[in-house]
């Protein structure tokens, strides 16, 4: 009984090992085609999340995309985007499993940035102006989000509408990051904020050292010489003259 119920497990395994390599999305497979482009060696694993507005997704050479990953264009299948990509994922990159990309108006990815699983990137959100119309009814508002080349999003991180990141950022896992932030930041918290950075000057610092560092310098070079009182035991001190009063 032993024996069969191995063989078995292995013949499971093998199969299911089949159906995730004929799944996969691919430059040659026939899903591959409905991408806007997909490069060469580009590999989108089998279960895929969910997927549609391939014709205004870009993803750039060599990139590997995990398992439950969702990429979308638009509020749903079949809306026309008008022309150009909408969605950019650049070349050598790593989307962990689980996580969702979802653009409306547009989504700039860097090459070689590597995400961890769950993470969640969008330029879209809800608002609530009206406060008697529910939330979900109101119509959402769009902006831009950019993510440097080289950057490594931490597992769970969010990425919202309007966010800039420069290059070489790290982006804590479970952040949940808005705003801009220059090249070689590290962001954390909720919301995230900059922890830490890296200039040529200054190396890695915290926010606020290389402020302090300049302003201690400037400080330095404009002090005034501290006054001497005169040394009466000192050879050669003679004293001044007073001046004669009529």
Not at 81 to 104: E, F, K, M, N
Not at 176 to 192: I, K, M, Q, Y
């Amino acid at each position: 009984m032993a024996l069969v119920r191995r063989a078995l497990g292995t013949l499971v395994h093998r199969a299911y090992a089949a159906i995730r390599q004929a799944g996969a999305i691919s430059p040659a497979s026939p899903a591959g085609y409905r991408f806007g482009r997909i490069g060469d060696g580009v590999n989108i694993a089998f279960p895929p999340g969910a997927i549609f507005g391939e014709r205004w997704i870009e993803i750039g050479d060599h990139t590997l995309v995990g398992e439950r990953v969702s990429l979308s264009c638009g509020m749903g299948p079949g809306v026309d985007l008008g022309p150009g990509s909408i969605l950019r994922i650049g070349s050598s990159c790593s989307i962990g499993r689980g996580t969702h990309v979802v653009a409306h108006q547009s989504i700039d990815i860097g090459d070689h940035v590597f995400t961890g699983p769950y993470v969640y990137i969008t330029d879209q959100n809800h608002v609530y102006d009206d406060p008697e119309t529910p939330i979900g009814r109101q119509w959402p508002r769009n902006s831009p989000v950019s993510i440097g080349s080289g950057s490594w999003l931490g597992t769970g991180a969010i990425i919202l509408p309007g966010t800039s990141l420069g290059r070489q950022c790290v982006v804590a896992g479970g952040a949940v990051v808005r705003g801009s932030f220059p090249d070689h930041s590290v962001v954390a918290g909720v919301p995230a904020r900059l922890v830490r950075r890296y200039t040529p000057e200054h190396g890695w610092h915290a926010p606020g050292v290389a402020a302090l560092a300049a302003e201690h310098q400037a400080a330095a070079e404009y002090q005034k010489p501290e006054y001497q009182k005169p040394d009466h035991q000192k050879p050669g001190y003679q004293q001044p003259e007073r001046q004669k009063t009529a």
